[in-house]
């Protein structure tokens, strides 16, 4: 009787990698689940290396916070008041162009809540983000449109502000929550995928700080500014996400870190503080040694020319690309949701109109619209299996 011949295959590693490669970010979601070493092999050979980062597009992505009134009836708008506001949040991305000035987004709603403030940082691949008044901190994958994940709040200080990171040594996220009120508080920080699934205590040897929302992650370094209550003047600090050490920047005397305008930005990998001169010129401050926190002044002249500057911010640096994003610090529904790119090289200023399917219906001219721009979206399969989902 003839033996059957096995049906197994094994192949190389190095093939099914290549294989794996080529997949779509969603079949790597799947796949992930097959068994252990699957598993293995994707976190390790394909997460870690960036092999699933997709090309990068010319233009960011968006989150969008939609702020709307409630209703008492079909017919009639509450007064818009903090308790009767409505948010819904969504991740916007590019569905197609429609001309040079007109771009129509997909959009995909991944929470709501009745909020007026919230708080949105995106860390390669992954959205964290917090409401005002709350200890609970959420991150969310745009990619698997996996649902919402909580943090645990046991053990975190009465009021704290979070800031979100990535650690490419240890290939770990991290989350950081800082007292804002009290100095005797710890700070704390939680490693995504940890199996304790606990806040863990870190030396806080920053003194008496109120940290700013804006930040930004370079190299495994979160930057962010603080006011300090000593002499109630402005810092800009970092925090080593590999050592959990914090560290204070050194800026030019001449760099305004009070000015509400300065935005601190990834220029090409190195930390980059845009900061408005007038209604039209801007000087960009880069760091370009981060070892010795040796500066560089670029100024922009005439960038913001033709704009209304008092209504205006600047939303990050796109990668690649290199343009300097500008949008509105918020949008009435009734208005086109403009969004002007700045090329520093060609320094030549363009405009977009994002066009989404709510935007298009402008039934509700009371809403009123917050944008962050993703300028450097990746895809990511991570799972969070350890953390509560809802």
């Known amino acids: 009787m003839a033996r059957k011949r096995s049906e197994k295959i094994n192949l190389p590693l190095d093939i099914t990698l290549e294989i794996l490669k080529k997949l779509p970010t ?119 449109s996996t649902k919402t994940v909580f943090l645990p709040i046991e053990r975190l200080p009465t009021s704290c502000s979070f800031l979100f990171g990535y650690d490419p040594f240890k290939n770990q996220y991290k989350v950081l929550c800082l007292p804002r009120y009290y100095q005797k508080e710890c700070c704390k920080v939680f490693i995504l995928e940890d199996s304790l699934n606990m806040w863990w205590d870190i030396e806080c040897d920053i003194g008496h700080q109120s940290p700013c929302e804006q930040a930004v992650c370079i190299s495994g370094v979160i930057y962010y500014r603080a006011k300090s209550k000593k002499n109630w003047s402005y810092v800009l600090m970092s925090f080593h996400l590999r050592s959990d050490k914090f560290k204070l920047v050194q800026i030019p005397e001449n760099l305004p870190l009070d000015d509400k305008d300065t935005t601190l930005v990834n220029y090409q990998g190195k930390l980059g503080c845009i900061c408005r001169i007038n209604d039209e010129d801007v000087d960009m401050w880069v760091m370009e040694d981060a070892e010795k926190q040796e500066w560089l002044k670029i100024t922009f002249g005439s960038m913001l020319q033709d704009l209304s500057t008092w209504d205006i911010r600047f939303a990050g640096v796109t990668n690649p690309g290199g343009e300097i994003v500008i949008v509105h610090r918020e949008y009435l529904s009734e208005f086109t949701l403009d969004v002007y790119y700045y090329d520093p090289e060609q320094k030549i200023r363009r405009r977009v109109e994002i066009q989404t399917p709510t935007s298009l219906l402008r039934v509700r001219p009371s809403d009123i619209l917050t944008i962050w721009a993703v300028t450097d979206h990746v895809e990511n399969i991570m799972c969070f299996p350890k953390v509560s989902v809802s």
């Not at 960036?50 to 209703?71: A, E, G, W, Y």
């Not at 969504?90 to 429609?98: E, V």
């Open 26 to 144: 969603k079949s790597l979601a799947r796949f992930h689940c097959v068994s252990y070493r699957w598993a293995s092999i994707i976190r390790e050979f394909i997460i870690v290396n960036d092999s699933i980062v997709t090309q990068r597009p010319r233009d960011p992505h968006f989150i969008f916070h939609r702020m709307t009134q409630c209703l008492t009836d079909q017919s009639t708008l509450r007064a818009f008041s903090s308790h009767e506001t409505f948010s819904i949040f969504s991740y916007t991305y590019l569905q197609r162009q429609i001309t040079n000035e007109e771009q129509l987004y997909h959009e995909k709603v991944f929470g709501n809540g009745k909020v007026r403030r919230a708080t949105f940082q995106y860390v390669r691949g992954l959205i964290g983000f917090w409401f005002q008044g709350s200890n609970q901190f959420k991150i969310h994958n745009p990619t698997t």
